[in-house]
């Protein structure tokens, strides 16, 4: 990068200026990309040369509580500072008691990390060795959060969206013909040779040129809105401050080098500028302002800290990175025998491709892409690439590009997504960083994290591992599927489950083993610490959800719903909070009886039966309880039956669901239960409304068919209810809904009924032929209800009826010769290729 100062504006000219000037008075500044290895190894330098006294870095001041634990040296990185705030919120976010007075308050979460080679990190740990003091100078987190638009949950505090929307940049990087900006900075910066790299003027004149120029396509507006110009206005205190009291103090400030021109703008105008007393006096309120933040020490890893993963700021793929500032600081502590740069480059880049081989041959289909002559190739190829682009050895990039020229044949875009996944992740790494033991932590993760290691969960990275949990044979299996449901409903984010029962939604309740997927990740212990101020264990703040969740139905007019009421329930189950379950499914008879939704009471029915189906592998201990329950949802339905009247077509259907499941409820209810009394009450209520049926003929037929399957209706008594909704004069609409109403709930009467499909014909040659096709399609959805089998029945009684013969009315297999089956195979292979040449592949799986 040019730095020729006939090239620069005049701002940044009057910036270097200040910048030699500030020099003069001992305080010198770090413009820095956050993880970047280059950054740091030129932050080593410059505070080993100068030899400051206070070592001031951009983090919020909120962590200054934090310094005596990062001095730790068993801290292995990556690890981060996760602080938190609670502030008032808008409409919707949490209300909290404060005062006898209801506040709306939302915690407000963000990640500061350090891996190894952060400049911040290396700072502090140089710091050390030169017994220099640590200051954090930025805004505390609880003010920052006051400044910005974007207060989402939980981000990073080293974001650098400026410079990767920079319109200097994007031209840079058309001109450099790069693919990005980070393509860029590795090659004007990264990829240096490592004592040019040591030179720390020169760097870091061009890493400020870099970072200014980005920030000149910014309008101070834009700034102030996002917290910038507030955020520097404190730093600026910060540095002045210390300056005026203490003169004789040699200062290395390291901050994101888009904030460098602001400080050297703010900090110089011919003189130090120190602070007013108005700036001092604001300077302080927010300081004091830090004591409302909550700062925790938590390991990191390189998966969160990727920014291919949606992380903000800093360099991609850390576990390359990593390796590449090893070979940094060996170079750094013996010259002589590591070489050049560029030898120490091309090690480095034939490690890696050997960890990215060896992942490849683990799986099958990748075994022909990694032999001997495309591994050497790829070598070659990134070695002479990096020559090529001017780089002092290959960095990141030109392994990628050799390992697309040298692995892949053919189309680059045949292969498949698995190919880069598992290069992406060699690069990016899943290290999880080390704190040290005895760390202040909140109990909850303490309590968390030791019940998973007594659960035998492997948590030592951040790799998705499988748990295949035997659920009705191993008790302490049982209890590791309620710890992983207590979890998942709190939503840490630890587990998902992939298979197992479902008992919320009734399915797969036969299986016999839970499968879950799950990983110990920085944002599990976030999430755990945001939880902290609620409880010390899961199961008491998994009750107090619960009742949140029972207030919120309340709210929404749902107090009397049992079918929204018996999740509760269910979800206790779940997770073996036995004496909460208890309570609520003692409570849960009140919703029953006071419930006047049939939807909600039947929903209500079904998953109690589930849960009765489960009871010996969820343990309830409740089975008398559970049987009263059941029991009293038919006699509440029975009450509800007046709604079986509504007369518009949609009502009609929805009603004909509900009567269905409903006599499937009582069906499958438990064998202790009286089952047939029951049986008798539903069609007894069923047969007081049926006169009140007339505006709904679907439901009067569905009632007359399952009244005769479930003989509660005789054959001649079925016979006269269909000779009465088919007699001359009746409406071919009513009929037809008549009709419709038994082929839903009972087709297969039309097998054995010659009375309906005789008074159907009969009422079919009557009809006008306007009124024929504007029967059809309720006639097509009746017959719909019949499997192919049905049909052909069908098909051949109307064909005795009419004396037709057919050979092609008899379901007899087709003859398929062997001729037939090489044709139907070629054919399928056409098409299956004609679908990859179309790259639908992915379309048929949606």
């Keep these: 990068m040019t730095n020729s100062e006939t090239r620069l504006p005049e701002r940044l000219l009057k910036a270097l200026a200040n910048q030699q000037a500030l020099q003069q008075e001992q305080i010198y500044f770090a413009p820095v990309r956050h993880h970047s290895p280059a950054c740091s190894y030129a932050v080593r330098q410059l505070i080993k040369q100068v030899k400051p006294t206070h070592v001031l870095i951009e983090a919020p001041a909120s962590f200054s509580t934090m310094l005596e634990v990062l001095y730790d040296s068993s801290i292995q990185p990556p690890i981060a500072i996760l602080c938190q705030t609670k502030l008032s919120a808008k409409a919707g976010a949490e209300k909290i008691q404060q005062n006898n007075v209801l506040t709306e308050q939302r915690t407000h979460s963000a990640f500061y990390p350090f891996c190894d080679y952060s400049p911040e990190w290396q700072a502090m740990r140089m710091a050390k060795e030169q017994h220099a003091i640590v200051q954090f100078i930025d805004l505390p987190w609880s ?84 917290g910038t110009s507030q955020r520097e206005q404190y730093m600026l205190t910060a540095i002045a401050q210390l300056k005026q009291a203490q003169p004789d103090v040699s200062i290395v400030v390291v901050t994101g080098g888009f904030h460098t021109l602001g ?84 090690k480095h880049v034939l490690q890696f491709l050997s960890i990215i081989a060896g992942q490849l041959r683990k799986r099958s289909q990748f075994d022909d892409v990694v032999g001997f002559v495309p591994l050497r190739s790829a070598i070659e190829q990134a070695c002479l690439l990096a020559e090529l682009r001017g780089h002092d050895g290959p960095g990141r990039f030109d392994l990628l590009d050799a390992i697309q020229s040298a692995f892949i044949k ?33 109990p909850l993760i303490h309590h968390v994290y030791t019940t998973l290691k007594t659960y035998r ?70 999430n755990l610490i945001e939880l902290s101020d609620q409880g010390t264990e899961l199961k008491q703040i998994a009750i107090k959800k619960l009742h949140w969740q029972t207030e919120q139905l309340a709210q929404k007019g749902l107090s009397q719903s049992s079918g929204h009421a018996v999740s509760s329930v269910v979800q206790a189950a779940l997770m073996g909070l036995q004496s909460y379950f208890r309570q609520v499914l003692n409570d849960l008879r009140y919703f029953i009886e006071s419930d006047n939704d049939l939807d909600s009471l039947i929903s209500c029915g079904d998953q109690l039966l589930y849960l009765w189906q489960g009871r010996t592998f969820l343990e309830l201990n409740a089975n008398d309880t559970l049987l009263t329950l059941l029991a009293k949802i038919p006699a509440q339905a029975f009450f509800l039956f007046e709604r079986f009247k509504q007369s518009e077509e949609e009502q009609q259907q929805q009603n004909l669901k509900l009567l269905l499941s409903l006599r499937d409820f009582i069906t499958n209810l438990p064998e202790p239960l ?18 009140g049926l007339n505006s709904a003929p679907l439901l009067r037929g569905a009632i007359d068919g399952i009244s005769y399957i479930d003989s509660y209706l005789s054959e001649v008594e079925l016979e006269n209810a269909i000779k009465t909704a088919f007699a001359i004069g009746a409406e071919g609409e009513q009929a037809t809904n ?40 309720n006639l097509r959805c009746a017959f719909s209800q019949l499997t192919p089998k049905q049909n052909v029945i ?6 005795r009826k009419y004396g037709i013969e057919h050979e092609g009315l008899d379901l007899q297999p087709s003859e398929f010769t062997e001729n037939d089956l090489k044709t139907a195979i070629s054919l399928e292979l056409l098409i299956t290729d004609h679908i990859k040449e179309q790259h639908l592949q992915n379309w048929f799986k949606q």
């Design 143 to 226: 003010e920052q959060i006051l400044c910005e638009k974007n207060t989402e949950q939980s981000h990073s505090l080293l974001s650098e969206v400026y410079l990767k929307h920079s319109q200097y940049i994007k031209q840079l990087q058309q001109k450099l013909h790069c693919r990005d900006h980070d393509e860029v900075w590795e090659h004007l910066f990264e990829l240096r040779q490592y004592d040019d790299i040591a030179n720390w003027q020169k760097f870091f004149l061009d890493t400020f040129i870099w970072c200014a120029m980005a920030r000149l396509d910014y309008e101070p507006e834009s700034l102030e809105a996002e």
């Design 263 to 346: 400080l050297l703008e703010g900090l110089w105008q011919n003189q130090l500028v120190f602070p007013t007393k108005s700036s001092i006096t604001q300077f302080e309120r927010q300081q004091k302002s830090a004591e409302q933040d909550q700062s925790w020490l938590i390991r990191y890893s390189y998966d969160r800290l990727d920014a291919l993963n949606g992380y903000a700021s800093g360099m991609l793929s850390p576990a390359f990175y990593q390796a590449s500032w090893l070979s940094m600081l060996d170079y750094e502590q013996n010259p002589q025998q590591y070489g050049t740069s560029k030898s120490n480059r091309q």
């Design 410 to 442: 053919g189309s680059v875009h045949d292969m498949r997504s698995e190919f880069w996944q598992i290069v992406i992740n060699c690069l990016s790494g899943n290290q999880l960083g080390h704190i040290p033991d005895g760390t202040v932590l909140p």
């Design 457 to 526: 969960f492997k948590l030592e990275d951040t790799q998705p591992k499988l748990s295949h949990i035997d659920i009705y044979r191993k008790p302490e299996h049982r209890q590791r599927s309620r710890f992983l449901h207590l979890m998942a409903f709190l939503e840490i984010g630890f587990a998902k489950r992939l298979d197992g029962p479902d008992y919320i939604h009734g399915q797969r309740l036969s299986i016999m083993f839970e499968d879950w997927q799950y990983a110990w990740t920085p944002m599990v212990e976030a």
């Design 674 to 691: 009286d089952k047939k009394q029951l049986k008798q009450d539903f069609y007894q209520n069923l047969y007081r409304i049926r006169q």
């Design 738 to 777: 008549y009709f419709l109403g038994i082929m839903q709930s009972a087709p297969e009467l039309i097998l054995y009924s010659t009375i309906l499909i005789d008074s159907l014909d009969h009422l079919v040659k009557t009809w006008q032929v306007e009124n024929f096709i504007t029967m059809l399609p």
């Design 794 to 799: 069908l098909a051949e009684k109307i064909a």
